[in-house]
């Protein structure tokens, strides 16, 4: 059904112009267990609707800035308050007696359907929100919460869309049923992903469209069709969201691949399947990195394989990329390079460092005898050796005498940087 285009705030400051009242964060507007005296319409700001569980548990409904009711459901149920509505931020409200509210919703048709149609959208927010309680990992409730927010909070800035209210992690984590350590890890990792940036205790996030595609990419790389990754690669690309960005999404679909597989919840062939979506994506960020032109200066030269026995390629091409984009020239070898290989290219190209890549627990041993190889070669003191791969731990890369190890392609890249902008200085083996 169509619904007129009216809007509640728009009417009840028309209405009651004179019952517009400011009020100061912590202020509270009802208790849970109050009975309903007035409603109230936000006309800016920010206020929390909470209840609290018999456990004593807090839980969170929503933060409602402009346009949204309050008190409304609670006044047709029993008249006692289910929730507690606390302002968070500064904020202006329309306050309606309850008698007037009554009086008008059975005269004005308009004012009753703006009353509906808010308790209708409600409604569609707590199914929403039982929805992702049920499907959801919290990481996904965030980014649904932080979405909302967003939306309701959110505030144009030349870096994304700020999340303009006066909240805590703690409020966050009331919001999405977490406690506030999940909350705070989540964002790290949201922030590692690209999704937001925090300056202090403001978060921005970066446009929800771009959101969306990301989240679809990496859908794609779980269970997408024939081309699927590749096609939201070009079209994030042409988003102008940052490649790096785009990686991420990549990998945080084949993590989830992965994470699927150790529950038994697909198999190889799922595996295969989503290694040929990586395959096919890859290379459309390769082509975007080279047209960008940002490796023309080459900070230094790196040789870089995955070790015999090993086919795994993904990782490899991901680290290459990035180390590229920032300004090293990458000779990359390829797969199931053995030891005389990587001699071999070491005495030939001259490379600044020698990179290797194993993703099994039985290959990572091959690097060993790399490092082995390069010194009966009498080349070991001209490079510097770094190692990376699910399996490898900062004490095997101490234990092999290689020289530098990062878990991820990000602390990678800072390695070889700090290595070739400063080739004096010696970096331990730390985990970036
Ligand atoms: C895709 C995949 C495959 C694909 C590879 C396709 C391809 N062209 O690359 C296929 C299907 C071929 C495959 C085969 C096998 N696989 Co496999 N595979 C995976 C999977 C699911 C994802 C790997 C991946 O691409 N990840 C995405 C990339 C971006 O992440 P990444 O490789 O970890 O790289 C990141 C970091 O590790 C780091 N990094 C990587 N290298 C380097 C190097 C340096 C210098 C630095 C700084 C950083 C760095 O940076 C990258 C980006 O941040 C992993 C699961 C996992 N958790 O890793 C299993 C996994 C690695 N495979 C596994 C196994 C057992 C196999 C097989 C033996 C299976 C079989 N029964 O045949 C074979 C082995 C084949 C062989 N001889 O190599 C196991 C290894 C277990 C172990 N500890 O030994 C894993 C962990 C799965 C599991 N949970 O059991 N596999």
Redesign the pocket.
Known sequence: MHTPDINLLGLVLKQWPERVRSYKRGNVLYWQGDPVENLYVVQNGAVKISSISSSGKIYSHGILGAGHLLGATDYFLDSIHETTAEVVDKTLLVVIPLSEFQHLIGRDRNFSTCVMRELAKEAKVHFSKAQDLSFLDAQQRLKHCLIKLAEEHGLETDKGVEIDVNITHEDIAELINANRTTITLCLQDLKKLGYLITEGRRIILIPVNHIIILDQLSEAVVCGGIGEAADLVNTAIAEGIDLVIV?NA??SG??E??RR??QGQND?ND??W??TH??EALPIIEAAIKHEDISLNHLGRIV?G?VQ???????????TM?LRARGFEVIDLG??ISAEEFVEAVKKYKPDIL?????????QLEMKNVVQALEDAGVRDQIKV???????TPKFAQEIGAD??????????E??WGWCSNPDSWFPLVEL
């Open positions: 990686l990549l990998m084949m993590k691949v992965d597989y150790a190889i595996i295969m989503s290694a990586m395959q870089f995955t026995g090993d086919i795994h390629n993904i990782g490899k091409t991901m680290v990035l797969v199931d990179a290797m890549s194993a993703l099994l627990s039985t290959t770094m190692i990376g791969g699910t399996p490898i530098g190890y990062a878990q991820e392609a990000r602390g990678g890249v390695l070889a």
